[in-house]
């Protein structure tokens, strides 16, 4: 096993707990573990304590901004497709994964009223938790909270940014030899420590050059779990990544693992853990084969700026006010997060055949 960073000094809390998890499997642990404890450990984890996270500016002591904060627009359009899919599914009840601050909740439920009968925020995170139940108030009739997947639901699916936050295993090839790239302890410090593997990228990286990349099966476990539960509806997931011939081009080879606060970016992950986001880009294409392989219809794959646009994202905006039309640049932008976030969306195993309105015009399906 081969030692590759020099040691941060170890707080205490969070990176002691992790510590003694890395004592406990011998002296290594996965890049995925470690990065479900940094992201979700109970009360000590990123996701899971008090800090403010998300909000425009850093002065608010934030760390970034997601697309709802920016503009409650990006709400209302994604409320237009959500609206058809409800009718095309025949079904009431939205299911929001990861629901951050409740910003997009309530920008859904302001623009949906009637067409809604529950809406259910599935939420690993106890101080999120409290945060949208305080924002959400004036819906308290319609929400409902869990922290797990019941073993049936009906209803439109949302997540936004969330398959990004799932665990990711990271794969370094050295010498023209696959290894996968752990987590040690080195004196005071945390390193990354490679382990010999028959792990694979699922698309071949071409060159014989060093290459660090990651693959994802937490994000295509959630897939066929999805696949598996939803027994009418649709999912419409929003998110930065690429289609696999993108994800592994031999030029991206430092991989896409990065970390957020303050509002800025670095890619240290074994640093301050606990007090920083952790992220990795999404491979749209090994989502979609795990969401059809489990028995869902993929319905369509776009940039988030073509969706937002099919979804009407600027009508009535005529009298928008100046910092209204600057987030709504942002949003479409291709050099903001209008070509790098993508819209990927699914129907229900056996479910109607119908053409979601984000995808009306520059569908992408046929690049997955």
């Known amino acids: 096993m081969t030692q590759t960073t020099n040691p941060p000094i ?39 304590n008090a800090s403010r996270k998300f909000g425009l500016m850093p002065q608010s002591g934030s760390d970034f901004a997601t697309a ?17 899919a409800l009718a095309a599914t025949g079904t009431t009840e939205i299911w929001e994964f ?7 909740a309530h920008q859904l439920l302001d623009a949906l009223g009637d067409s809604v009968t529950r809406y259910h925020i599935v939420d690993l995170s106890g101080s999120l938790r409290e945060r949208q139940q305080v924002r959400l108030q004036a819906f308290a009739g319609k929400m409902n909270w869990v922290a797990e997947l019941p073993a049936q639901m009906r209803g439109v699916v949302v997540g936004n940014e969330v398959l990004d936050a799932m665990p990711v295993k990271l794969l370094a090839r ?89 509002h800025l970016a670095d890619a240290d992950a074994l640093a ?27 319905v369509g794959y776009t940039s988030q700026g073509r969706f937002l646009l099919n979804c009407g994202l600027l009508e009535g905006m005529e009298n928008a006010s100046l910092q209204d039309r600057v987030m709504l640049q942002k949003l479409v932008n291709e050099h903001e997060m209008g070509e790098l976030f993508k819209v990927i969306a699914f ?12 995808f009306a015009a520059g569908d992408r399906s046929h690049t997955l």
């Not at 707080?11 to 642990?29: E, M, Q, S, V, Y």
């Not at 709802?68 to 058809?84: C, D, I, N, Y």
């Open 98 to 104: 990861g629901a951050g601050s409740g910003a997009l």
């Open 174 to 262: 050295i010498g023209n030899r696959w290894h996968e790239r752990g987590v040690a302890r080195f004196q005071e410090g945390f390193v990354h420590a490679d382990s010999p593997t028959a792990l694979r990228p699922p698309f071949e990286v071409e060159g014989g050059h060093d290459y660090v990349t990651e693959i994802h099966p937490q994000a295509e476990g959630f897939m066929r779990t999805l696949a598996d539960r939803l027994g009418a509806g649709a999912a419409f997931l929003l998110d930065y990544g690429f289609p696999e011939h993108e994800y592994y081009h031999p030029q991206r080879s430092m991989g896409t693992l990065m970390c957020h606060r303050g």
């Open 68 to 84: 709802p904060e920016m503009s409650t627009h990006f709400g209302r359009a994604l409320a237009r497709q959500v609206k058809e």
């Open 10 to 48: 170890l707080p205490t809390g969070l990176a002691d707990h992790i510590a003694k998890a890395i004592d406990a499997a011998g002296g290594w642990i996965g890049f995925d573990r470690f990065m479900e404890m940094a992201l979700y450990t109970p009360g000590w984890g990123y996701y899971a």
């Open 272 to 298: 301050d853990v606990g007090d920083k986001d952790i992220t990795a880009h999404v491979n749209f294409t090994g989502v979609a084969l795990a969401g059809q392989e489990a028995g869902l219809q993929v």
């Open 347 to 358: 129907g229900a195993k056996g479910g109607p055949a119908w053409e979601p309105l984000g």
